[in-house]
């Protein structure tokens, strides 16, 4: 097979591929959700929580997709709550907080602002979707960021319901460094690899619960 019809092919699947993703995140303001929707048709995680956290929200896509589903499939009261440093762009029917939810300042304003802003009954969430730590997001980081994953995973035991669930985005080489610290906050975690809005790159999520 020549080097030109080669590279044809890839070309020819790299377009129809882009394409394709194109109209299916038209809706969204990223590209993952693509990643994210293929996750929740499986486990159906968004549709089984009531209060739900997008964690690294900005700029939105998650938070809208969520909302969407919920409008779509839920007949009870829901909560769809997102925080990020960066500012976000509103979203009716999502509660945005911006700050850092590492700082201890924060996490204590949040526990006030579930409590009595949100008229929700406990500080809980049944579902996390957690796309932060930098270094475990970007796929051609060298190291994974330990000291991020556990400000993420003492953040999670303190704001997830017991019987909730984490779903966190990363990518392929840091599922052994994510595995042997998840394992010590999780009881089970259920690794999927899933398409991603770069065509020819692939990405992870890990289901969280315990």
């Known amino acids: 097979m ?8 890839w070309f020819k699947r790299y377009t129809k591929e882009l394409s394709i993703r194109k109209t299916r995140t038209q809706d969204y303001r990223t590209n993952s959700v693509v990643a994210l929707k293929n996750i929740n ?3 159906r995680l968004i549709e ?11 700029p939105g896509g998650w938070s809208q997709y969520v909302l969407e589903v919920k409008k779509r499939t839920s007949s ?3 909560k769809v ?8 762009e509103s979203i009716s029917g999502v509660y945005f907080i911006n700050g850092d ?12 602002e579930m409590g009595m802003g949100l008229t929700i ?15 475990a997001s970007v796929p051609r980081a060298r190291c994974v960021d330990k000291a991020g994953l556990e ?3 003492a953040f999670t035991s303190r704001f997830l319901s017991k019987k909730g669930k984490l779903l966190y985005r990363f990518f392929p080489q840091y599922r052994e460094a994510i595995s042997e610290l998840f394992k010590y906050y999780f009881k089970f975690l259920i690794f999927e690899r899933s398409e991603t809005s770069r065509v020819g790159s692939s990405e992870m999520f890990v289901v969280c619960s315990s």
């Open 2 to 9: 020549s080097k030109d019809f080669k590279t044809y092919s």
């Open 41 to 43: 048709d499986k486990y």
């Open 48 to 58: 089984k929580s009531t209060t739900i956290l997008d964690l690294g929200a900005s």
């Open 76 to 78: 009870g009261t829901y």
């Open 81 to 88: 709550v997102a925080i990020d440093k960066l500012q976000m």
């Open 101 to 112: 939810y590492t700082d201890c300042n924060f996490q204590t304003r949040l526990e006030v």
């Open 121 to 135: 009954k406990s500080s809980k969430f049944n579902l996390i979707l957690a796309d932060v730590c930098s270094s």
């Open 151 to 153: 400000s993420l995973l």
